[in-house]
């Protein structure tokens, strides 16, 4: 693994499914991020973590959680899948050095029926 | 309200210079990047400005004035391959990033 990776690359869930997309990263950074990005939008965070074991809201937390049990994974879990969560979604992470920049993996596109 | 602005769409011709303009009107301000985001593609980082003025980086620099809230991205010498879209973010307050909506480059031959 070099970077950040997510899994599935796209997925088409039935409305009241349950999903988790996974991410995982091995450049040992402490923050991760999970964004959306829609069509005239600008990407919006939805869940972020600073370290292993603490998570935080971000602007668009409501259907999303996550967990992080450890540095390298940072699951998005969505409980009961509604189409407006149609969307695609990048999971990020940043070293802690002066600019503290964010890296992103490669994507799910999520379609919900 | 937190506000990032960027030109929807810009349009270069091959070999000539650009300049992408971004506004910003965030809760504190802790630094804005540039990254170039394909089609179909994950963001990548392209530059960071804290202080003001000019960081040059190759053919891409980033300028900043903070009194003014305004950042730009200027690319010179254009290639096919610079055809993407360019996402401007600012840090806030509270240490996360404000993403403009990305100003998408068409370069023509």
């Known amino acids: 693994i070099a970077g950040i990776t997510q899994a599935p ?17 091995d450049m ?11 069509l005239g939008l600008g990407l919006r965070l939805i869940h972020y973590s ?64 | 309200g937190q506000n990032i602005d960027q030109p929807t769409e810009m349009t270069a011709t091959e070999g000539a210079i650009v300049q992408i303009n971004c506004t910003y009107q965030t809760s504190g301000f802790n630094g ?6 394909h089609a179909g593609e994950a963001p990548t980082f392209l530059s960071y400005n804290v202080l003001d003025g000019l960081e040059e980086k190759g053919r891409f620099s980033s300028f900043l004035s903070r009194s003014k809230g305004y950042s730009y991205l200027l690319l010179k010498e254009l290639q096919m391959k610079d055809s993407a879209s360019y996402l401007c973010a600012v840090r806030d307050s509270n240490y996360q990033l404000i993403w403009g909506a990305g100003t998408k480059l068409i370069i023509k031959p």
């Open chain 1, 9 to 25: 690359t796209s997925q088409i869930l039935a409305a009241g499914r349950r999903m988790t997309l996974r991410c995982t990263q």
């Open chain 1, 28 to 38: 040992r950074h402490n923050a991760m991020y999970w964004y959306r990005q829609d």
């Open chain 1, 50 to 113: 600073n370290t292993a074991g603490t998570t935080g809201k971000g602007e668009v937390p409501d259907g999303y959680s996550v967990s992080r049990a450890n540095t390298d994974d940072f699951p998005l879990t969505l409980a009961s899948a509604v189409p407006s969560q149609t969307s695609v979604y990048f999971c990020a992470s940043s070293d802690e050095d002066s600019t503290d920049t964010q890296y992103f993996g490669p994507g799910t596109r999520l379609t919900v029926l």
């Open chain 2, 32 to 37: 804005l990047f540039w990254y170039q985001q």
